[in-house]
């Protein structure tokens, strides 16, 4: 039995294996994450890989032939779930196989919005100038267009303008006219191109960044693609990089061009899978923290961190995708929705879009988890926002076996009264790791038998084989090495306990002074609505537990996926949404948690589990007695 | 006596001279302009040439020394009116000694006009942000701002969006801030800056540039500076760069970069001069014909040319400096005033702007000479103009002792009854050359003493010295060598006689078929104005007699200097101003020359001087027959 070496590339990531395993196996134990759309069947072909060394891998099968082209095959495409390893290589994962069946949290509020977007195509055909009617080319299109739109203040993209008068003898004077809020002509195309019109929404996340492709005319999304935001090289949270692009003016530099590379990796990837030509995406509309959006343009955020905290703009601003450089049409309009204040930025505007907790008359609480998460209270009357820096714990990170919610992920975890383990995987296979959903339940069971105290301090005295001591440190066995992909068990530490205390505690605390700013207790909550990377399966009953969620009935809470992407594509598709966006965006008012005195104690009080003070939690004091 | 050989560098130009002569004076005699505002009895301290052989100079006088700093000296600095040439030398001439005398033409007329720009400085000092007022910058500088102006759709230029934050800290939040047209922010400054508020009006002619540095503040106008057109390497006339352009694209791109570079240069003059810092300069109102300003942008010129003669756009356009590469504040507007239509363009708009026929209730003919002349015809009720390819002879070109209207140049003669000559040259000096004004002196008095006749023919049988044949073709003396700068003789032949009818016919031509299409009669004129590169001292009996104008009283004629400049002043100085070109772009008919049935005959009459028929020169008729 010989031990086989595989180095995944590009991550360097390397993992012994025995001869015989596939590389998909192979790569699952070792937590990389391959497209593998049928689970490792043969039936989809997703899971292309590049290795170079040939003799190092089984004969190609008949599934690969059928999948991958003689070109692929000659440059060492395979497929990972078919090519067994028969010594040691260099496995490389390229770009369209890097998507695993990552949740996006898209499904978890449906929204109907009327499409009537900003950017609009108009077919038509010019008369030809004569002697007789000599009339310049500008003025020819713009008489024509005026039996179709406003005219008054149309103008003309520089770019379109030079291209205008070969364009209009180039195409018999039938074109097709891209417009910008009635007035920008953004695109001249020959021909009818009325039925392509595309947009872009993109939520830039401080780990995320997720992009929808949509067409304008219908309002369906075609495509959604999301990326790793391409700064966490330069620090996991908002502050690290802050500081760095601090340092020197190069730097911001830096940050805004890397912002824009994972934009551009979007729209690649979405691209080379629907053949969906850019240059006819003409609107982008972006949602972002306050933060985000100053890197993708360049702008200091450096007194957005410092005090008195304050944003360079507020307003929604518009762009062209030529200076800020993204891959879509160069004319094309950048659109950012308005921030709110201080961190809460356009994410927050359109999580509170999307769920209209600003039309109802009765005060809603959203929380939208994330490495900062947001957190608005309020209704039709008066709305009240802060952002709380929460950590990337619920992400999975910080957490010695967290990872994100993507296949192989422990998502649901229940203790049985004899402290046995069960759990659901994401994608059903063997687990590699720990999604914030499966921490929330784990704490909050570990909690419930009494394995850790309010406090979270672990109780080293149960009797139970899971509780064991390694390297010094006390921890809680979920999953034992036999049960996972890697071999190795799968630990809950002392240390992530605390990690997911710190994280729930500082959004309970905001939580709790924004209802106190608002004047509700939580019994007059309508709604609680959790929004953000947490997922779409966490459990109501353990998230009270734990003390991440004030306590109210559990058919009040409705977690509600990535809301700021689906109000981003709100905006995009409807100049309504994006008016509503800016009413939003003035009316919800910013609360700078840092300099509020009751902060501290709130915090404190909240690392306890579910708080210290349990008659803020009627509904656990009772579960607890039971 | 040693002949002593002198190169004049960048000309590249060699001529020969005695030693002893200073080098202005070499220089004037090989026609070479070197900036002597004093004529050389070194009190100006302009005419700084740089020699790199001292020792082929005389030493350095005491004049030297008071305007020349120790740098200069060291650098090979001398004054060229001082410094006495010993031996072979290479006169370098730098770019602040080039501007000879040439007469730009702008005391023409003089128009008052209030100012009222379209740029405006706003010197703010914000309230500095506090945790309680914590609002972002943009809508802090708005909110103040909107004390002055409307901001409803103010917006602001992204590269200055970038730098607010910073500027405003880095000030003590006391800035001043450009705005143009109340729509834009284009500039944010720390401190007060508000008495530096400057604008170029710019006129780019097929041969010329001429820019007018104006203080916006009161409309002064603080430097004027005009450079050659740097097409003129790929032809002369307007057709043979357009054949050039439609080559392929890069040539296109070849004559946008000449163009911005000719501007450029006026700028860097105009810097090197004032010292004003040009990135105060914050608008650029650019005139020319509807091919140069196709040029400017980059914009397609062949459909201008070709049959139905369609610019790409007539309407006034406004572009970034940034866009267009012009060294002024990157953020700057330029400002396209609107064309009328075929090769009839801004520079014509600018003309009626100026002059004001458009305003008066009787009729005036308005000829701009140049390259293409542009003429209009009309009054407050309708308008009239074309363009006549009147090719370059009154600008010197084409003439074989022809020059520009530079010191040297003989601008009046006038013939004796002896047949003898009298003449004037710009600067008194030594003639060098014929300028425009100058050719129609000599052909009217020429065929006043029968020297040519009607058909422009040489009457060889003339006796007099200064009619010979010379390499076979016959010519008069203007000037004997001994007279001349050059030491050769300055002489008109059959052949310049012929380039001047053919001139003359075209713009009498095109003013004719206008005055019939507005139905007015010379007579019924109530003033003919002649703008352009002709100058100040035409005499206008001898214009009337050569037939390049109407026969009205010469009360009635009137030489206005380069209007067009004129006109892109008022537009720079004046929102008024701008908004009645864009009425007299609208108002002006323009009428197609080369398919109007009658041209060619009248081209044709229009060849003999003053005309085929006579009855239309009544006064003319008169001083023949007297």
Chains 1, 2 share one sequence.
Request: aromatic share 6%; hydrophobic share 40%.
């Amino acid at each position: 039995m010989v031990d086989i070496t595989v180095l995944f590339e590009p991550e360097g990531k390397k993992t012994k294996t025995l001869i015989g395993s596939t590389i998909l196996q192979v790569a699952k134990q070792a937590g990389i994450s391959i497209r593998s759309e049928c689970g490792g069947k043969g039936v989809c072909g997703k899971c292309k890989v590049v290795v170079k060394r040939s003799e190092a891998l089984s004969e190609l099968t008949e599934v690969e032939r059928r999948y991958l082209s003689e070109a692929e095959i000659e440059y060492g495409y395979r497929l990972a779930c078919q090519a067994r390893i028969l010594g040691n290589i260099t496995v490389l994962i390229p770009p369209e196989s890097r998507l695993s069946f990552r949740k996006i949290q898209f499904a978890g509020i449906e929204v109907l919005v009327k499409p009537n977007p900003t950017v609009r195509k108009i077919h038509v055909i010019l008369p030809q100038p004569t002697l007789s009617d000599a009339k310049p080319d500008y003025e020819r299109l713009i008489d024509t267009l005026s039996n179709t739109i406003r005219i008054d203040d149309l103008n003309i993209s520089y770019p379109i303008l030079k291209t205008l008068s070969d364009k209009l003898r180039n195409s018999d004077f039938n074109i097709t006219v891209t417009v910008w809020n009635n007035r920008q002509i953004i695109s001249i195309e020959q021909g009818d191109t009325s039925n392509e019109l595309f947009g872009l929404a993109l939520d830039i996340g401080t780990s995320k960044m997720v992009g929808y492709l949509v067409n304008l005319s219908n309002g369906e999304t075609l495509d959604i693609e999301s990326v790793e935001n391409p700064q966490l090289i330069y620090g996991e949270d908002v502050m690290t990089r802050i500081t760095f692009a601090m340092a020197e003016p190069k730097n911001l530099e830096i940050m805004q061009k890397l912002i824009v590379t994972g934009v551009n990796e979007v729209l690649d990837r979405i691209y080379a899978r629907t053949k969906i030509d850019l240059s006819k995406v003409y609107e982008v509309v972006v949602v972002g923290n306050t933060v985000m959006l100053h890197f993708l343009l360049g702008l200091q955020p450096k007194y957005v961190a410092l005090s008195p905290f304050v944003p360079t703009v507020k307003r929604r601003m518009h762009f062209e995708a030529r200076e800020l450089g993204l891959n879509v049409n160069p004319s094309s309009i950048v659109t950012l929705l308005p921030v709110i204040g201080g961190f809460v930025g356009a994410d927050a505007v359109a999580d509170v879009l999307a769920t209209r907790i600003h039309e109802s008359d009765k005060p809603s609480l959203l929380v939208d988890i994330g490495t900062n998460t947001e957190v608005i209270v309020g209704d039709s009357k008066r709305l009240f926002s802060c952002s709380c820096a929460s950590g990337p714990a619920f992400e999975g990170m910080h957490i010695k076996h967290g990872m994100k919610a993507v296949a192989g992920a422990i998502e649901k975890v229940s203790i049985t009264p004899d402290l046995n383990i069960e759990y659901k995987t994401i994608g059903d296979t063997k687990p590699v790791g720990l999604c914030g959903s499966a921490m929330i339940d784990i704490v909050a069971e570990m909690f419930k038998h009494k394995i850790i105290d309010s406090q979270g301090r672990i109780n080293s005295k149960q009797s139970s084989p899971r509780l064991r001591v390694n390297n010094g440190e006390i921890e809680f066995v979920i999953a034992w090495g036999r049960e996972t992909a890697t071999g190795k068990e799968i630990t809950v530490t002392q240390r992530d306990v605390h990690e997911i205390q710190l994280a729930k505690a500082a959004i309970y605390a905001g939580s709790s002074i924004l209802m106190k700013r608002r004047n509700v207790c939580a019994a007059e909550l309508k709604k609680v609505l959790i929004a953000g990377a947490l997922g779409n399966y966490v459990n109501p009953e353990n998230a009270k537990i734990l003390g991440l969620l004030p306590d109210v009935p559990e058919d009040k809470i409705k977690f509600v996926g990535n809301t700021a992407i689906v109000g981003a594509k709100m905006a995009l598709i409807s100049k309504d949404a994006r008016r509503k966006a800016d009413i939003i965006s003035r009316k919800v008012h910013y609360v700078e948690l840092s300099t509020d005195p009751s902060f501290k104690e709130e915090f404190l009080q909240a690392m306890l589990i579910p708080h210290r003070d349990l008659n803020k939690f009627p509904s656990v004091k009772k579960i607890l007695q039971y």
